[in-house]
């Protein structure tokens, strides 16, 4: 048995090597591979540091918001799963305050960010 799984991870070795280190160095080498020609181009159309700081915030309230209400929605079931249990009572409280700060953290950023994007427009239409 030990025989067998030791000639699979082998085996398997030989594949990821294939497929993560020979076929890439294939698609994106300088000669076309069967006379198809790959070009990658760049994703990111950023002109300025704040469309980059605009961007980088937008990712942050993607991801964040998610994780925010599934936090409030395990505070819920904290109180629920509590049943007037004092130090479950506390600690379900302790998730929700930290959730509802994390919310308005997460609202104060895009307000402050708001707030310099009109104050660097004013300045530039002076």
């Given at each position: 048995m030990k025989q ?6 082998s085996?398997s070795?030989?594949?990821?090597l294939?497929?993560f280190?020979l076929?890439p160095?294939q698609?994106?080498?300088d000669e076309?591979s069967?006379?198809?020609?790959y ?5 990111l159309d ?10 980088l ?5 993607t991801i964040a918001?998610p994780?925010i209400?599934?936090?409030i929605i395990?505070?819920?079931f904290l109180?629920v ?14 998730a929700?305050?930290?959730a509802?700060?994390g919310a ?18 004013a300045?530039?239409?002076t």
């Amino acid at each position: 048995m030990k025989q067998k799984f030791s000639q699979l991870c082998s085996i398997s070795k030989y594949w990821l090597l294939v497929v993560f280190v020979l076929a890439p160095a294939q698609i994106f080498a300088d000669e076309p591979s069967f006379g198809i020609r790959y070009k990658l181009d760049n994703p990111l159309d950023f002109t300025s540091i704040e469309g980059i700081l605009l961007a980088l915030l937008q990712v942050f309230i993607t991801i964040a918001t998610p994780i925010i209400v599934i936090s409030i929605i395990y505070a819920g079931f904290l109180y629920v799963t509590a049943r007037g249990n004092v130090e479950q009572t506390k600690q379900a409280t302790t998730a929700l305050t930290y959730a509802i700060v994390g919310a308005v953290i997460l609202l104060g950023s895009v307000a402050i960010a708001e707030i310099v994007r009109n104050l660097v427009e004013a300045f530039r239409a002076t």
